[in-house]
């Protein structure tokens, strides 16, 4: 392995001069390992490049005379790391993301295409890459940051600047305190960060001690008896979840240890605002029927700022013949309230759902992003897919439901693509189902792929202004091409600014979504109540029920900023963005993103208002104290 390394190191630093700062190409770093194992038999032990980071890592850290007679200067041990580091396009937008799983939980819904898998949370699956992180680490908040922080770094990430994402079915089921203790301990995790392994072996232990496991063949055999009932469809997976670990005094146990108070959570939150590991994002999973004033205040309190919610179609009949128990007045009041609160809405929209076509999907699609009522910030969009113990399975075994096949699903998805606004970002388009788990549906992992390709064979790539599409990604551009383009539209409560950094070809460097409040029209809906409309306490509770009867508008008063106020959304600069000649020098620090923050405010001051907010992460509260921001209840805000 040294060899192998050494040989690198002598590559990197015989490069000619005009390449002096660069990394090797995959295709030298193939040459040099194709050199190294030349010659090994069949059955021998082959070096592998995906061990060379942490041979390398491990050397400095624990043999320092060592590392040291290898010569690497910090300019070099730089390009080293561009060389080796794993999946780079993990963290292509400067942030390393990180992603955890709940323990299981009731979930107040019952989708008939959900998984009900009670190793896990509804709707996952213990297949699933994440949720078999979170298993091993017996669903521990602490333990799956540790663990990934661990897996990133060795692969070569960079994980100063991490967003967290929170999965696990639906956040607003959990008890109170078992959301503010399992968001602690995320933050605990980064500012604890390097863990010695000591303290973490003493934590697994802690677990073990209880009587848990976290053997996968044991945890299997545990929820047999019960999975197999869910299967047949003789018990629901609420009642089998309460029974299996209602008589289970180790989970029990467990769980009367997780729980814990905002004052406790704020202390980590302080911690982290100057942490080595920072968290710059944080994004939980709910329905729209649970998103009331009361919970959006304890997201913010948590330090949340995207909420991932599903919401599948936009057509009542669709919702009702799929049992989504939500309906279409709860869904737009949603998107209201979590966008004046200044949330990042992430909206899962699925196609092929039952009583669906596929030109009811393209038409569905196209009225989520052209809607006021809707126009989310970014889509999981997703086929529906037959999976074991779902009650979608006995409707496919009457005829009642079908796949799409690969031509219908592939031109929906073309179909949407092309639809979408140049401010949505399509973050995927699969779920981390394994084939094994399909019964039936789609199976194919690169499905992004197909149906980029399928755009780019029909010609019309050109007119594709999806957000990831044109991310620059991996790519240097040169930050004197780059152009600020303001992208403007209205939604039902809001005239919002996507305001975003391009190249001459139409790529994006980084963008900044302002919102500007319709003060007027919700003041109005304050004098409508006080007239004799439903109080704000009445349509909370309805929200709660799951009443139809709901009416979409937001009131002023429900809000906890103040008229007059603008809100900053997001802000998101991509990290690998360079002047050329200088591939190491961030976009981040090239001030794009303070520039965007100075046009959002020059916009809100012309269009009358006082004051601007943002909802900052909490690593990044100090970044917006330097650019004239000060920390008041929620947000952040900055006089104008």
Same mark, same amino acid.
């Given at each position: 392995? =040294?060899?192998?390394?050494?040989?690198?190191?002598?590559?990197?630093?015989?490069?000619?001069?005009?390449?002096?700062?660069?990394?090797?190409?995959?295709?030298?770093?193939?040459?040099?390992?194709?050199?190294?194992?030349?010659?090994?038999?069949?059955?021998?032990?082959?070096?592998?490049?995906?061990?060379?980071?942490?041979?390398?890592?491990?050397?400095?850290?624990?043999? &320092?005379?060592?590392?040291?007679?290898?010569?690497?200067?910090?300019?070099?041990?730089?390009?080293?790391?561009?060389?080796?580091?794993?999946?780079?396009?993990?963290?292509?937008?400067?942030?390393?993301?990180? *992603?955890?799983?709940?323990?299981?939980?009731?979930?107040?819904?019952?989708?008939?295409?959900?998984?009900?898998?009670?190793?896990?949370?509804?709707?996952?699956?213990?297949?699933? &890459?994440?949720?078999?992180?979170?298993?091993?680490?017996?669903?521990?908040?602490?333990?799956?940051?540790?663990?990934?922080?661990?897996?990133?770094?060795?692969?070569?990430?960079?994980?100063?600047?991490?967003?967290?994402?929170?999965?696990?079915?639906?956040?607003?089921?959990? &008890?109170?305190?078992?959301?503010?203790?399992?968001?602690?301990?995320?933050?605990?995790?980064?500012?604890?960060?390097?863990?010695?392994?000591?303290?973490?072996?003493?934590?697994?232990?802690?677990?073990?001690?209880?009587?848990?496991?976290?053997?996968?063949?044991?945890?299997?055999?545990?929820?047999?008896?019960?999975?197999?009932?869910?299967?047949?469809?003789?018990?629901?997976?609420?009642?089998?979840?309460?029974?299996?670990? +209602?008589?289970?005094? &180790?989970?029990?146990?467990?769980?009367?240890?997780?729980?814990?108070?905002?004052?406790?959570?704020? *202390?980590?939150?302080?911690?982290?605002?100057?942490?080595?590991?920072?968290?710059?994002?944080?994004?939980?999973?709910?329905?729209?029927?649970?998103?009331?004033?009361?919970?959006?205040?304890?997201?913010?309190?948590?330090? /949340?700022?995207?909420?991932?919610?599903?919401?599948?179609?936009?057509?009542?009949?669709?919702?009702?013949?799929?049992?989504?128990? *939500?309906?279409?007045?709860?869904?737009?009041?949603?998107?209201?309230?979590?966008?004046?609160?200044?949330?990042?809405?992430?909206?899962?929209?699925?196609?092929?759902?039952?009583?669906?076509?596929?030109?009811?999907?393209?038409?569905?699609?196209?009225?989520?992003?052209?809607?006021?009522?809707?126009?989310?910030? @970014?889509?999981?969009?997703?086929? /529906?897919?037959?999976?074991?113990?779902?009650?979608?399975?006995?409707?496919?075994?009457?005829?009642?439901?079908?796949?799409?096949?690969?031509? @219908?699903?592939?031109?929906?998805?073309?179909?949407?693509?092309?639809?979408?606004?140049?401010?949505?970002?399509?973050?995927?388009?699969?779920?981390?189902?394994?084939?094994?788990?399909?019964?039936?549906?789609?199976?194919?992992?690169?499905?992004?792929?197909?149906?980029?390709?399928?755009?780019?064979?029909?010609?019309?790539?050109?007119?594709?202004?999806?957000?990831?599409?044109?991310?620059?990604?991996?790519?240097?551009?040169?930050?004197?091409?780059?152009?600020?383009?303001?992208?403007?539209?209205?939604?039902?409560?809001?005239?919002?600014?996507?305001?975003?950094?391009? *190249?001459?070809?139409?790529?994006?460097?980084?963008? /900044?979504?302002?919102?500007?409040?319709?003060?007027?029209?919700?003041?109005?809906?304050?004098?409508?109540?006080?007239?004799?409309?439903?109080?704000?306490?009445?349509?909370?509770?309805?929200?709660?029920?799951?009443?139809?009867?709901?009416?979409?508008?937001?009131?002023?008063?429900?809000?906890?900023? @103040?008229?007059? =106020?603008?809100?900053?959304? @997001?802000?998101?600069?991509?990290?690998?963005?360079?002047?050329?000649?200088?591939?190491?020098?961030?976009?981040?620090?090239?001030?794009?993103?303070?520039?965007?923050?100075?046009?959002?405010?020059?916009?809100?001051?012309?269009?009358?208002?006082?004051?601007?907010?943002?909802?900052?992460?909490?690593?990044?509260?100090?970044?917006?104290?330097?650019?004239?921001?000060?920390?008041?209840?929620?947000?952040? +805000?900055?006089?104008?």
């Amino acid at each position: 392995m =040294e060899d192998f390394l050494l040989d690198i190191l002598d590559h990197l630093r015989s490069l000619p001069p005009e390449r002096a700062g660069d990394a090797l190409a995959p295709l030298e770093l193939d040459a040099i390992w194709r050199r190294h194992n030349r010659g090994a038999r069949e059955g021998d032990r082959r070096l592998s490049k995906r061990f060379i980071l942490p041979f390398y890592q491990r050397t400095k850290q624990r043999d &320092p005379i060592r590392w040291a007679s290898w010569n690497v200067d910090a300019t070099l041990e730089e390009r080293l790391v561009r060389t080796i580091r794993m999946k780079p396009r993990r963290t292509a937008s400067g942030v390393a993301t990180i *992603t955890v799983i709940t323990r299981p939980q009731a979930c107040s819904s019952d989708c008939l295409y959900c998984p009900c898998d009670l190793r896990m949370p509804k709707s996952y699956l213990a297949g699933e &890459p994440a949720c078999q992180r979170a298993e091993h680490n017996f669903f521990d908040p602490y333990l799956q940051v540790a663990s990934r922080l661990r897996a990133l770094s060795q692969m070569g990430h960079s994980v100063d600047k991490v967003e967290l994402i929170i999965l696990g079915g639906t956040w607003s089921d959990y &008890p109170r305190a078992y959301q503010i203790w399992f968001v602690r301990e995320l933050f605990r995790a980064l500012n604890d960060w390097p863990i010695a392994d000591e303290a973490l072996r003493r934590r697994y232990g802690s677990y073990r001690e209880l009587g848990l496991t976290n053997d996968a063949t044991r945890l299997a055999a545990f929820v047999a008896p019960q999975q197999a009932l869910v299967d047949r469809g003789e018990k629901s997976y609420n009642d089998a979840l309460r029974d299996l670990y +209602r008589e289970s005094r &180790p989970h029990q146990a467990a769980a009367k240890r997780m729980g814990a108070t905002l004052d406790g959570l704020a *202390t980590e939150q302080l911690r982290n605002e100057s942490a080595s590991h920072r968290v710059v994002g944080l994004a939980i999973e709910t329905r729209p029927d649970l998103i009331t004033p009361a919970s959006l205040t304890l997201f913010r309190q948590l330090g /949340c700022t995207k909420i991932q919610m599903g919401i599948q179609s936009t057509r009542q009949e669709t919702l009702d013949a799929n049992g989504r128990r *939500t309906s279409i007045e709860q869904v737009r009041r949603s998107f209201s309230l979590i966008r004046l609160f200044g949330f990042k809405i992430h909206a899962h929209l699925m196609v092929n759902l039952l009583g669906s076509t596929p030109e009811s999907d393209k038409e569905d699609f196209r009225t989520f992003v052209s809607d006021p009522g809707f126009l989310p910030d @970014e889509i999981k969009l997703y086929p /529906c897919a037959l999976v074991a113990g779902t009650r979608l399975v006995r409707l496919f075994e009457r005829g009642a439901w079908r796949p799409y096949d690969r031509e @219908e699903l592939v031109d929906v998805l073309a179909s949407d693509v092309l639809a979408t606004p140049p401010y949505v970002r399509i973050s995927r388009m699969i779920r981390d189902i394994s084939a094994g788990d399909i019964l039936v549906g789609n199976k194919h992992t690169n499905l992004r792929q197909m149906v980029e390709g399928q755009i780019r064979r029909d010609g019309t790539a050109k007119g594709v202004r999806e957000v990831r599409f044109r991310e620059i990604s991996l790519d240097a551009v040169d930050l004197g091409s780059l152009a600020l383009d303001d992208v403007t539209y209205q939604t039902a409560v809001t005239d919002e600014h996507f305001l975003q950094w391009v *190249t001459p070809e139409g790529r994006i460097a980084g963008f /900044c979504r302002l919102s500007l409040p319709h003060w007027r029209e919700l003041a109005a809906s304050d004098a409508t109540a006080a007239a004799g409309g439903a109080t704000s306490v009445e349509r909370d509770e309805a929200d709660v029920d799951g009443g139809a009867d709901v009416q979409a508008g937001v009131r002023a008063s429900e809000l906890p900023v @103040e008229p007059g =106020e603008a809100m900053i959304r @997001e802000v998101h600069v991509y990290g690998q963005a360079a002047r050329l000649g200088k591939a190491d020098a961030a976009a981040q620090h090239q001030g794009l993103g303070r520039a965007l923050v100075k046009r959002a405010c020059g916009i809100a001051r012309s269009a009358g208002y006082t004051h601007v907010n943002v909802i900052s992460s909490v690593g990044t509260r100090a970044y917006y104290r330097r650019l004239g921001f000060a920390d008041v209840g929620l947000y952040q +805000r900055r006089s104008l």
